[in-house]
Each structure stands twice: as structure tokens, then as C-alpha cells.
């Protein structure tokens, strides 16, 4: 039991992080990403091929995240000078075409059949059970993380960004340079969610890109509505959350009198279920603020 | 016209078929208060966008303090001291009356991301001079007690004087307000002319739309007179008042 605890609290931990990068750039800025797994696949990638290729695995991981902050920048360039929601688009373009390369380059990425074999941090020299050490990294980071974004969504800098969310028009009014400030979000964003691609790597032990579906984007979305949008400490409840009605549909087995592949349908839907009734009691979030909710602009 | 602060130099602005602004030319005098009027759709708040970056101009020139400021990009005008307001208020709804405050200064130095752990101390002392000057401001406009609230639950005039109280963060060296009166009520109108002809003893300009003709009459020194797409009268208030265009423009508005 306590395997399955950890198996599934290193899942929790990992999306938390994940989705605590979304939360920055929509529940902050108001930046609607919806390719953030293209970032979670280029940090996971990066970090397996470069310490394959023969790099010490702490340089796969740095450059694992700086590159997804990069492409973070690279998609945000072109995309955040235009006002509307086209980012929206673009990235969810720019995730399919990562998950595409990843699957087609074979020479690279050894295309569907996926890559494994490769080290995870300090795994020669745990003398206990990996998974433990694991399920602890992914939370210290995690905790690191959150504080860290804390301090910078309370700051003026956070400050910023809170009024480019509510209108773009009055940042710029007031000398802000709207654009180097969602440059900024989407490269820390993205390397978050390269940081969390790691991670997943480490988890999975075994990567390939059905990993990377545009579902996975929307898992972090469902964390991020769940628990708050613009909310940290709800993010990381959210993804609690979201793991709780995955997970706990599984046991769902033993009370009906379905065979397992229709229980397996049924119970995509009694997710759905639960995700709608908790939205008509909580449409604002487990954490989020209801006052807001209702504040036109 | 000695001591323009703000030159707008045969400005074209063309949406489709509507031409909005037809080379208009309109000269601001440094530490006056200028009035601009006209009928709706004459073309005021496109002329504001131009001069403030919201738009960019067909042909034209746009000098600020003598220097070519067409190409700069919004925030810059800002940062070098041209402020505006909004005639919908865009008050930032999901943030507090006192954040919407301290997000006004500029350079501040917590807005660098770095400078959060790097000069933690400087931030805060920064935060705490802007926090300072915010609640006098605030005091002003008599929204003291309301510094605490979402920004999005106060009334229409209440987002509009926030708005002005939140431009003044910024020390302004010239501040375009549009409708600032439009839904205040009139003992604070009152109170806001006084105040703005206090700031401009202190050295800032002001440059005004506004429908309420007494009232702007009032704290003008000069008025221009808009109608489509030009500037067509130019003249102290009592003068462009009396002329039968803006009679006519008016519908007896004018007194």
C-alpha cells in the first residue's frame, strides 16, 4: 500500500509542478497556454539524451530546463505581440509539432519505441527504496518552487503581471513593457514544466511520446481550475485533487458489476461527473476567491 | 506658441473608410490646462491614442518636450512622463484599490525580477515610500477607506477617480485625462478642478477631454475645439464657447 501511496504521490508532486508553471503565466498574467506539455517533452527529452549521450546528469537537467525556457521565449516572441488569445493556438501547434519530431526522428529519439537506460539522480548511492527518494526530491523541489513563486507573484514584479491579466492597456499606460513581462512569464513557465518533464522521466524510467499527448496540458488546466486559478497553495491541492478522482474511480471496481473495460469507460466519465459537480458548488476553485469571480472588467 | 510641451503635427489617422483624425494639428502650452471639446465621434479619444501610442498614425508628427515620439511604444511615452486615462475605466479589477496604487511608479526596482532576492531591502524600502505616498493620494480622493477593496467592486465614478489617483503614482509631467468628470459626483468634480489647477502650479500640464462644458470651461486656459477630425477653433473658454460651431455641436450645451 504505502508503494502505490508513493507511486502516486510522485505523479501528484510532479503535476503540481508542472501545473504551478501554467498557473504563472494564465492564473498570473492571463496567458492562455495550451501546449504546456511541448515544454514538459522538451525538458524530459533533453535531460534523458544529453546524460545518454554521456553529459553528468545534472547538465542534462540545467540545459533540460534553459531549453524549454528557450522555446518558451522562441514561441512567445513572434505570438505576444498580438493581442488576442492566438497564443492559445500557436502553442498547442507548437506541442503537437514537438510531439511529432520527437515521434518521427528516430535517428534521435528512437521515435515510438522511446528511450530508457539512463541515470537518475543519485541512484547508485540510495541504499533504500528509489521511489522514496524520488517521491522526496519531487517534493523539496516542489516546496522550493512554491516558495520561490510566491515571492515573486507578492512582489512588485508579480505585481506587474497581475495587471497585464486584468488589462493589458492600463500595464502599458503605466510604463510597464507588457511584452518583456510575458517574455519573462513564458520562459519561467516553460522551464518549470521542463523541470517537471525531468521528473517524469525519472518516474517513468522509460519515456516515448505518447507521454506527451495534448491531454497531458489539460490535466494541468484541470489542476489549475480545481484549485484556484492565480492560487499556488491551490495548485498543489488541485493536483491532489485531480489525482483523488483518477486514482480513487480504481477502486470503483470492486462496488459494481461491470468487467474491467467497462468499468475503465465508465469511470473517464464519473471523472467527468465529478469534475462538473465540483465546478457548480466551487466555480471558483477549491482555493480561489469567489469575490473575484463576479468582478467584471 | 512658446513652451509647447506636446506638438501633434498634421496627424492622420484612417480606419476603413472613417477618417478619424484628418491631419490634425494641435499644440499643447507646458503648465497649461487645455481643453479639448467636440461632438462624439469628432475624433478626441482617437487623437489621445495617437498621441499616447495606443495607435499608430497614418502621416504625421508627434513631438513631446521637442523630441520625436511617433514611433516610441506606449510604455515609453509613459515613462518619459505622458500619462493618460481612459474614457471606459480600466480599473484592474481583480487587484486592490492599493495595488492598482502602487503599481504606478516608475522604475521601480522589485518590477526586475532579479532585484526580488538580490536587493530585497531596496524593494521593500521602495514599497514602503510608494505605499506612503498611495495612501495620501488616496486620502485626497477620499477612497481611504476603500483601499482594501477589489478594484472591480467600486462604482463608475469611484473607478474613474482611481484611475487619476493611480496616473498622479507616476509623477506625471503631462497628464491626458479623458471624461475624467463623467460620472463624479459634483462636489468632488469641484474638488478635482481645484485639485488639478494645483498640479499645475506644481508644473504639470494637463490636456482634457470633456463633454461637461462648464465644468471644463472652468479649469481650462485654453480650449480646442474638435469636429471631424480637426482641430477647428482654438481660443480661450469664453471665446470658443460663444462660437455658433460649437453652439451648434452642443445643442446649447454651452451657457
Known amino acids: 500500500m504505502i508503494e502505490y501511496l508513493v507511486a502516486i504521490g510522485l ?47 545534472w547538465i542534462s537537467m ?56 539512463f541515470d537518475r539522480p543519485f541512484e547508485a548511492v540510495i541504499p533504500f527504496d528509489y521511489n522514496y527518494f524520488l517521491f522526496l526530491f519531487t517534493f523539496v523541489s516542489l516546496a522550493v518552487i512554491y516558495i520561490l513563486l510566491e515571492q515573486l507573484v507578492h512582489s512588485p514584479w508579480g505585481r506587474v503581471l497581475k495587471s497585464i491579466r486584468e488589462d493589458e492597456d492600463v ?24 523541470f517537471a518533464g525531468a521528473l517524469l522521466a525519472f518516474d517513468l524510467q522509460y519515456i516515448n511520446p505518447r507521454n506527451f499527448i495534448p491531454m497531458e496540458t489539460f490535466y494541468a488546466w484541470i489542476i489549475v481550475v480545481l484549485g484556484g486559478s492565480g492560487n499556488n497553495k491551490g495548485i498543489i491541492v ?60 | 506658441m512658446e513652451h509647447s510641451i506636446l506638438e ?38 482617437t487623437l489621445f491614442n495617437l498621441i499616447t501610442g495606443y495607435y ?13 515620439i511617433d514611433d516610441m511604444p506606449t510604455f515609453k511615452r509613459a515613462r518619459i512622463g505622458m500619462v493618460r486615462t481612459f474614457q471606459i475605466t480600466k480599473a484592474l479589477s481583480r487587484m486592490t484599490v492599493l495595488d492598482n496604487m502602487m503599481l504606478g511608479p516608475k522604475g521601480q526596482s522589485g518590477e526586475k525580477i532579479w532585484n526580488i532576492w538580490l536587493k530585497s531591502g531596496k524593494v521593500s524600502k ?35 477617480l482611481l484611475e487619476m489617483a493611480r496616473s498622479l503614482m507616476i509623477d506625471p509631467i503631462m497628464l491626458l485625462l479623458d471624461e475624467p468628470f463623467a460620472g463624479v459626483n459634483p462636489t468632488l468634480a469641484k474638488k478635482l478642478v481645484v485639485y488639478i489647477k494645483e498640479l499645475r502650479e506644481k508644473g504639470m500640464t494637463f490636456l482634457i477631454i470633456e463633454h461637461d462644458i462648464p465644468l471644463i470651461t472652468k479649469v481650462s486656459d485654453t480650449l480646442s ?31
Not at chain 1, 21 to 34: A, D, M, R, S, Y
Not at chain 1, 72 to 81: A, F, Q, S
Not at chain 2, 228 to 251: C, H, M, W
Open chain 1, 11 to 57: 505523479i501528484i508532486g510532479i503535476f503540481a509542478i508542472f501545473a504551478l508553471g501554467l498557473n504563472l503565466e494564465w492564473g498570473f498574467t492571463g496567458l492562455i497556454n495550451f501546449g504546456h506539455v511541448g515544454f514538459l517533452a522538451i525538458g524530459a527529452y533533453t535531460t534523458v539524451l544529453l546524460n545518454q549521450g554521456g553529459f553528468p546528469l
Open chain 1, 62 to 117: 540545467v540545459a533540460g530546463v534553459v531549453l524549454a525556457g528557450f522555446f518558451g521565449m522562441l514561441v512567445g516572441i513572434p505570438t505576444l505581440k498580438l493581442k488576442a488569445d492566438y497564443l492559445a493556438i500557436v502553442t498547442i501547434g507548437f506541442s503537437e509539432i514537438v510531439r511529432l519530431i520527437l515521434l518521427n526522428e528516430d535517428w534521435l529519439t528512437r521515435g515510438p519505441m522511446g528511450l530508457h537506460g
Open chain 1, 171 to 194: 500595464a502599458s499606460a503605466l510604463g510597464k513593457n507588457v511584452f518583456s513581462y510575458k517574455i519573462q512569464v513564458l520562459i519561467l513557465g516553460s522551464a518549470i514544466a521542463g
Open chain 1, 238 to 297: 488541485g493536483a491532489f485533487m485531480l489525482q483523488f478522482f483518477y486514482s480513487g474511480t480504481r477502486f470503483l471496481q470492486d462496488f459494481v458489476p461491470f468487467d474491467s473495460t467497462q468499468m475503465s469507460s465508465l469511470r473517464i466519465m464519473i471523472i467527468g461527473l465529478l469534475l462538473v459537480v465540483f465546478m457548480m458548488y466551487k466555480p471558483q476553485g477549491l482555493l480561489g476567491k469567489k469575490e473575484e469571480l463576479g468582478l467584471g472588467r
Open chain 2, 8 to 45: 501633434v503635427k498634421e496627424v492622420k489617422k484612417q480606419f476603413q473608410s472613417i477618417l478619424a483624425v484628418d491631419e490634425c494639428s494641435l499644440s499643447v502650452r507646458k503648465q497649461a490646462i487645455t481643453g479639448l471639446i467636440g461632438a462624439n465621434g469628432a475624433g478626441k479619444t
Open chain 2, 56 to 68: 499608430k498614425a497614418d502621416s504625421g508628427q508627434i513631438l513631446f518636450n521637442d523630441t520625436r
Open chain 2, 126 to 160: 521602495e514599497e514602503d515610500m510608494a505605499k506612503e505616498k498611495a495612501l495620501e493620494i488616496l486620502d485626497f480622493f477620499d477612497m481611504l477607506h476603500m483601499k482594501d477593496e477589489y478594484a472591480g467592486a467600486l462604482s463608475g465614478g469611484q473607478k474613474k
Open chain 2, 225 to 255: 475645439f474638435m469636429s471631424q477630425g480637426k482641430i477647428i477653433l482654438e481660443g480661450t473658454p469664453e471665446e470658443v464657447k460663444k462660437d455658433p460651431r460649437v453652439l451648434d455641436a452642443y445643442l446649447g450645451g454651452g451657457d
